[in-house]
């Protein structure tokens, strides 16, 4: 049985802006008040998704979640007609209400952690959207998360949806961003690499910026998804890179397959985790631990180019991409590092280098963007098919984006009612494209 990696990238949806909501993330403070293109933003993501397709891999489309939240605002006491609730918020909150219009779902990568059929015990594949607690922008989005990916796989005799974690500082879960699967193919046991944070019962964790990802709350998602203990391996991020900035595991690290490339300051206590992960590992493939030093390039070029937050493929006709934002070529460094990487004895091949702007202004990369999910062909066919890029789709979402979105977006626009108006009519057409269903709030009244 064929077994393929889906890639389900995050559309970017229409009040994408830069409220510099994300405390720890360095992109993110940096151009907070900007103005953005929504737009632009939109049809880069599109154009990713489209170049994998083209590279003969599987993509899909993930809905984003409905903003502004309404729904938050009126508990938070605001009350009267829509409108009523924006002006309001923009009054007396308008921090809140940036949390409420921001479109950080786009960064599927934090919409959940999922395990693949071959993995579970059960043998079916297993989703636990994030609660994404250490952010309120964030912590919002969860329920129409879940509610989306239970449009996109809707089979209960191949998949199996769980609730996310408490809303509790002690289960803190950022999702797929901190989670890599090594195997040696995508449809053989692999070895489930969750990479943490902070454990709350131990001393050691940033002093500067928050650990948003607790062991508990992996250990957590271990059991819910049945996965074999011998089979998981926990590896407590390095506190000083969260504090230089690498608020998750993807920043600095990333794995496909028997391929893992991380920097030399990725982890706690670094040799034992490389031992632990070659001592885990038991695919028949060699396993290719690639280790970036801060000599080659710092911490600070990562997080300047977002190199680890690269997309790693493996292409149809055999080798690996990396899937890199063309921020890596203007760091030296990096650029550097990268020519000389598929020119060594490895499985990567080539490096594509693909313009995401607009997202990484916000501080999310390539690999931000997209949420893997394992599919057997069984499983595949038993996903919603009109969330599978096509070349069709391909042009109905474009020309939905050009006919919707706006070109330029600024705090001030937040409180313009006609902004709620234009999100919600696109989303609305959006959920019929995609054959989603009521998903939003707004479509469940």
Not at 126 to 154: C, D, G, M, W, Y
Not at 252 to 265: D, W
Not at 336 to 350: F, H, Q, R
Not at 411 to 421: I, T
Request: aromatic share 8%; hydrophobic share 35%; proline share 4%.
């Amino acid at each position: 049985m064929n077994y393929y990696e889906v890639n389900f990238d995050g559309l970017v949806g229409p009040t994408h802006n830069y409220a510099g909501l994300s405390y720890g993330n360095v992109a993110s403070k940096a151009n907070a008040s900007l103005f953005s293109n929504p737009k632009q933003a939109a049809l880069q993501g599109l154009e990713k998704m489209r170049a994998l397709s083209q590279l003969g891999l599987y993509q899909g489309v993930f809905a984003p979640n409905a903003r502004p939240d309404i729904k938050t605002l009126r508990a938070l006491g605001f009350s009267g007609s829509d409108s009523d609730v924006i002006s309001q918020a923009a009054k007396a909150e308008p921090q809140l209400l940036k949390a409420c219009y921001s479109a950080s779902s786009m960064w599927t990568a934090n919409a959940a952690t999922i395990s693949p059929s071959c993995d579970t015990k059960d043998g079916k594949v297993h989703f636990t959207p994030a609660n994404l607690n250490n952010k309120l922008h964030r912590a919002i989005e969860a329920e129409t998360t879940s509610r989306i990916l239970q449009a996109v796989f809707t089979d209960e005799e191949y998949f199996a949806h769980h609730p996310s974690l408490p809303q509790h500082s002690l289960f803190g879960d950022e999702g797929a961003a901190n989670h890599t699967r090594l195997t040696d193919a995508y449809g053989h046991s692999g070895l489930a690499i969750f990479v943490y944070g902070e454990d709350i019962h131990s001393h050691v964790k940033p002093q500067k910026f928050p650990a948003r990802q607790t062991l508990q709350a992996s250990q957590a998602v271990a059991r819910g998804h049945q996965l074999n203990p011998k089979q998981c391996l926990y590896i407590q991020q390095n506190p000083d890179v969260i504090d230089e900035g690498v608020f998750h595991n993807d920043v600095i690290a990333i794995g496909n397959e028997n391929v893992f490339l991380f920097h030399q300051k990725a982890f706690y206590e670094q040799a034992a985790a490389v031992h632990a992960i070659r001592q885990s590992y038991t695919g028949s493939r060699p396993l290719h631990l690639i280790e970036v030093s801060q000599a080659d390039v710092s911490v600070e070029d990562a997080v300047q180019s977002y190199i680890f937050n690269s997309q790693l493929v493996s292409l149809p006709g055999g080798g690996m991409a990396l899937i890199a934002p063309s921020e890596c070529q203007q760091v030296n460094s990096v650029e550097t590092y990268l020519s000389a990487l598929k020119s060594a004895s490895n499985p990567v091949d080539d490096i594509i280098y693909l313009d995401v702007k607009q997202s990484m202004r916000n501080g999310g990369g390539p690999a931000c963007l997209r949420l893997r999910v394992t599919l057997s062909e069984q499983e595949l066919a038993a996903s919603n098919q009109s969330c599978i890029l096509t070349d069709s789709l391909y042009q109905e979402l474009v020309t939905w984006v050009s006919k919707y979105y706006r070109d330029r977006l600024c705090e001030q626009d937040l409180a313009d009612p006609q902004l709620l108006v234009e999100s919600y009519t696109a989303l609305d057409e959006l959920t019929k494209i995609l054959s989603l269903g009521s998903v939003y709030d707004f479509q469940r009244i």
